[in-house]
């Protein structure tokens, strides 16, 4: 079936370390996008991007990176630059010429230890 | 900016009564709006979808309707369950130039017995 995967759904990392939450996805979506959700608020963009090899910044991205490699891929790397990692994560895709609904993965939720 | 405005909740009724989540909106194009819904722990989910003016949209009892003259997109269920207990986001996406999701902040349902 066609959808959107992320991994792992719980991820624990120390302070100090880089991590890199997958999303992939089998739907030929041409955007991706990546979203942080904080217990009680609504979703805050991160990165998004439009076709391969490019994106753009959202609303929150210092300490955040991304690449866009492939167009079923938009991996996420939480860097240890980013003070507050402790939230969860949610890729979604679509098909923005349309405007087609988005398509969410089930989230991935980092914890700092 | 583009956004979405969404009433504060939480919001709790019991089985049966009557729901009304008010959405607004500020967007400089023409917006397609969306409404989608969190069950705790997991993605979002597409509740339904107008993208144009007048446009009604519906699915599992709730409609929404797109009136252009107040930029509202109110979503109402005339008789909740204990099931519809979630949260609801209402969400546009505007076309043109670099596409992207706005969400609004979220609002919390609980339907008691």
């Known amino acids: 079936d066609g959808g959107i995967t992320q991994s792992p759904k719980y991820l624990f990392r120390k302070e100090g370390q880089n991590v890199t939450l997958s999303c992939e996805q089998n739907l030929n979506h041409d955007a991706m996008y990546w979203y942080r959700q904080d217990p009680g608020q609504g979703l805050r963009l991160i990165y998004y991007s439009q076709i391969v090899n490019d994106f753009q910044k959202g609303d929150i991205a210092e300490g955040y990176s991304v690449s866009r490699e492939k167009k079923e891929s938009f991996p996420l790397t939480v860097t240890s630059a980013q003070k507050n990692p402790t939230a969860f994560y949610l890729c979604?895709?679509?098909?923005?010429?349309?405007?087609?609904?988005?398509?969410f993965g089930q989230g991935t939720r980092l914890t700092v230890v | 900016g583009d956004s979405v405005t969404q009433m504060e909740g939480p919001v709790t009724l019991s089985e049966e009564a009557c729901l009304t989540i008010?959405?607004?909106?500020?967007?400089?194009?023409?917006?397609?709006l969306f409404w989608y819904v969190q069950y705790p722990g997991e993605g979002l989910q597409l509740l339904l979808k107008?993208?144009?003016?007048?446009d009604k949209g519906s699915n599992k009892g709730f409609e929404a309707t797109y009136r252009k003259e107040t930029t509202s997109f109110h979503l109402e269920k005339g008789s909740v369950q204990v099931s519809d207990s979630a949260v609801y986001f209402c969400?546009?996406?505007?076309?043109?130039?670099?596409?992207?999701?706005?969400f609004g902040a979220g609002t919390r349902l609980a339907v008691h017995p």
């Open positions: 969400a546009l996406w505007v076309r043109g130039g670099y596409n992207k999701l706005i």
């Open positions: 008010n959405c607004t909106y500020t967007a400089t194009g023409y917006p397609s």
């Open positions: 979604a895709s679509s098909n923005p010429g349309q405007g087609t609904e988005a398509f």
């Open positions: 107008a993208t144009k003016a007048d």
